[in-house]
């Protein structure tokens, strides 16, 4: 579940086992940040992440959606 606010949503992080909200999905530059992990970047970063991808790979998933 994400809040959205400020422009920003909010909640806890997909990429791995969090237990406070820690991620922000910055909505105005389609970027991410986990504040736990320490770990930035854009869509194709989070799909490479979220389906342990290769960037060609993340490029084509995301075509294909």
Same mark, same amino acid.
């Given at each position: 579940? =994400? ?8 909640g806890k992080? %997909? /990429?791995?086992?969090?237990?406070i909200p820690?991620? $922000? ?6 970027? !991410?940040?986990?504040?736990? %992990? ?14 342990? /991808? %290769?960037?060609? %790979?993340? $490029?084509? !998933?995301? =075509?294909?959606?």
């Amino acid at each position: 579940q =994400l809040r959205k606010s400020n422009g920003r949503l909010y909640g806890k992080c %997909e /990429l791995h086992n969090d237990n406070i909200p820690s991620f $922000v999905i910055y909505i105005d530059q389609n970027s !991410f940040c986990c504040f736990s %992990e320490n770990v930035a970047g854009d869509v194709i970063d989070y799909v490479r992440r979220m389906h342990k /991808l %290769e960037f060609i %790979e993340a $490029v084509k !998933f995301i =075509l294909n959606k």
